[in-house]
């Protein structure tokens, strides 16, 4: 079955760590990979995309993501995290089919904590 | 409208009554998705329109479930006689380009928490 898998479901940090959030797909072929952010009482928002050329990507906020095609992986990265970059992550992906629909797949989500 | 706006933002209903959820897109957005969050369960495909008709409903749980879509906008999925497991974060989502260019990228409203005693 397709699937997206985020293999951290909380992780704690104190600011100023570095943050590492796995993803990785189960599709073979074309992909589109996003990473979505939920903020605290907020809408999800789209944080990053790749959909093709340079693999590794910068989005809002110091975010950037490195799409590794031979490991299906759409890793999440911030050098240095902030309180305020407490939310819950969702990487999602498409499928390429051409022509078909191409829902988005979600992970499960990972839900981060950054203490002052 | 600026964003997309669903309604009810929170529903209360009992086990056995029908709901109804409210979404209304982003102006010219041809395509509308439905997902569902479970606690635990990230986001879960429901249904997907492109434009007044909906090319994949496989994610639709159960026969309970139906959604439709009016003018190319407002879109409204039902659930008839609740069940206490249909109780969840329903999202709704839009997007300019269509599902088949794979490059859609969605713009979700705030959802509407739905419990079901």
Redo the contacts between chains.
């Keep these: 079955a397709q699937s997206v898998s985020?293999h951290n479901?909380h992780v704690i940090l104190s600011e100023a760590a570095s943050l590492e959030l796995g993803c990785n797909y189960s599709y073979g072929g074309?992909v589109?990979l996003?990473w979505?952010v939920q903020y605290p009482g907020?809408?999800?928002?789209?944080l990053l995309?790749y959909?093709s050329g340079d693999p590794l990507v910068k989005g809002i906020k110091g975010f950037e993501a490195e799409f590794i095609k031979s490991k299906f992986s759409f890793n999440l990265r911030k050098p240095s995290v902030q309180w305020s970059d407490t939310a819950e992550y969702?990487c999602?992906v498409?499928?390429?089919?051409?022509?078909?629909?191409?829902?988005?797949?979600?992970?499960?989500?990972t839900l981060l904590a950054v203490q002052p | 409208g600026a964003?997309?706006s669903q309604s009810p933002s929170n529903k209360v209903t009992e086990k056995g009554k029908d709901v109804e959820l409210r979404c209304d897109p982003i102006s010219g957005h041809t395509a509308l998705?439905w997902?569902r969050q479970s606690l635990?369960?990230?986001?879960?495909?429901l249904i997907?329109f492109?434009g007044n008709s909906a090319?994949?409903k496989s994610?639709l749980p159960s026969d309970r479930f139906s959604a439709e879509r009016t003018g190319g906008s407002v879109s409204t999925l039902t659930i008839q006689r609740t069940q206490q497991e249909d109780s969840a974060v329903y999202?709704c989502?839009s997007s300019a380009q269509?599902?088949?260019?794979?490059?859609?990228?969605?713009t979700?409203?705030?959802?509407s928490r739905l419990t079901v005693l």
């Design positions: 985020q479901h074309t589109n996003f979505y907020q809408h999800l928002q789209l995309k959909f969702f999602a498409t499928r390429f089919y051409g022509g078909a629909t191409n829902k988005l797949i979600f992970g499960t989500g | 964003g997309v998705y997902y635990g369960q990230g986001l879960e495909f997907y492109q090319p994949d994610g999202l989502a269509g599902a088949a260019s794979g490059a859609n990228v969605l979700f409203g705030a959802g």
